[in-house]
């Protein structure tokens, strides 16, 4: 399974930002798909995902401004993002855990960063 995100770049604070990932070789629309985000000096962590492609969970902190939607016929994974702060700068992942193996994939990133 290949990943390929896009979409990351700077935006002003409050702004809006979508970034997406495209999912290539054996993959399921039940398999597990989220992003996940690491800034500078802190570790990685959830976003939001689609668990077996079915349930959403989201960071807590950011589910009132984020939102993860799927379009399993383009086998894309997208992430809309309101309302941006400067504590959401990092470099977003996108991830996909396959039922069939039990393995995990990492896409290469893509960076988002918010400005004053």
């Known amino acids: 399974v290949q990943l390929q995100a896009s979409g990351g770049g700077s935006v002003q604070a409050g702004g809006s930002l979508r970034v997406s990932c495209v999912a290539s070789?054996?993959?399921?629309?039940?398999?597990?798909m989220g992003w996940y985000r690491q800034a500078l000096g802190k570790p990685r962590e959830l976003v939001a995902a689609f668990i077996n492609g079915i349930k959403t969970v989201y960071a807590y902190r950011l589910k009132d401004r984020f939102t993860i939607s799927k379009d399993n016929a383009k086998n894309t994974l997208s992430l809309q993002m309101d309302s941006l702060t400067s504590e959401d700068s990092a470099v977003y992942y996108c991830?996909?855990?396959?039922?069939?193996?039990?393995?995990?994939?990492w896409g290469k990133g893509t960076l988002v960063t918010v400005f004053s």
């Open positions: 070789g054996i993959i399921f629309d039940n398999d597990t």
């Open positions: 991830n996909a855990r396959t039922n069939s193996d039990g393995r995990e994939y």
